[in-house]
T-cell receptor, first 115, second 113 residues
Framework: AQSVTQLDSQVPVFEEAPVELRCNYSSSVSVYLFWYVQYPNQGLQLLLKYLSGSTLVESINGFEAEFNKSQTSFHLRKPSVHISDTAEYFCAVSGVRGAGNKLTFGGGTRVLVKP | NAGVTQTPKFQVLKTGQSMTLQCAQDMNHEYMSWYRQDPGMGLRLIHYSVGAGITDQGEVPNGYNVSRSTTEDFPLRLLSAAPSQTSVYFC????????????FGPGTRLTVT
């Protein structure tokens, strides 16, 4: 079984400032790690994922996340946020082995970007 | 491609009523699942399916039924609605490998009074 903890439920941030969203996980098996984003009144979209290889993964819109196995963390960062980054962000894990693509989600972090 | 579609967008039920939330995908994905989203709890898996005719329970299956007669459709049935089932429900689909991206529908907001 896996569990995911997102340490901040809300993060207010000014436009062009950096932001970090913290995610820690617990699992007895090897996992894949994901960040999903939910814009207001929409479904979730994949932002980025770590499967293997380089521990630093990047998205096309400037976000990056670093997998730290020893600290069981997968924090998400962006050096300079835009108003359009206002959304809720979910960290999720799935076991490397198992039936299908069962995701375990964290509680979410709501990011509000202020002008 | 329409992706993952869900109907209805909004629904209000009285306690004890039953209803079916519809989900369809046109990407030929083997894996389909239902989640409920509640404030501060993220998304929790209700039921999932790895192919037509195969379903299994997730983390919070009580009060819900599913079936998968075709690859495309995965309806979620509430047998006797309760106020605790007030939530936003998301359907998702993906290829079968655990590394694959899941595609989410737009959600159904359900209120049970």
């Amino acid at each position: 079984a896996q569990s995911v903890t997102q340490l901040d439920s809300q993060v207010p941030v000014f436009e062009e400032a950096p932001v970090e969203l913290r995610c820690n996980y617990s699992s007895s098996v090897s996992v894949y790690l994901f960040w999903y984003v939910q814009y207001p009144n929409q479904g979730l979209q994949l932002l980025l994922k770590y499967l293997s290889g380089s521990t630093l993964v990047e998205s096309i819109n400037g976000f990056e996340a670093e997998f730290n196995k020893s600290q069981t963390s997968f924090h998400l960062r962006k050096p300079s946020v835009h108003i359009s980054d206002t959304a809720e962000y979910f960290c999720a894990v799935s076991g490397v082995r198992g039936a299908g693509n069962k995701l375990t989600f964290g509680g979410g972090t709501r990011v509000l970007v202020k002008p | 491609n329409a992706g993952v579609t869900q109907t209805p967008k909004f629904q209000v039920l009285k306690t004890g009523q039953s209803m079916t939330l519809q989900c369809a995908q046109d990407m030929n994905h083997e894996y389909m699942s239902w989640y409920r989203q509640d404030p501060g709890m993220g998304l929790r898996l209700i039921h999932y399916s790895v192919g037509a005719g195969i379903t299994d329970q997730g983390e919070v299956p009580n009060g819900y039924n599913v079936s998968r007669s075709t690859t495309e459709d995965f309806p979620l049935r509430l047998l006797s609605a309760a106020p605790s089932q007030t939530s936003v429900y998301f359907c998702a689909s993906s290829y079968l490998r655990t590394r694959d991206e899941q595609y989410f529908g737009p959600g159904t907001r359900l209120t049970v009074t």
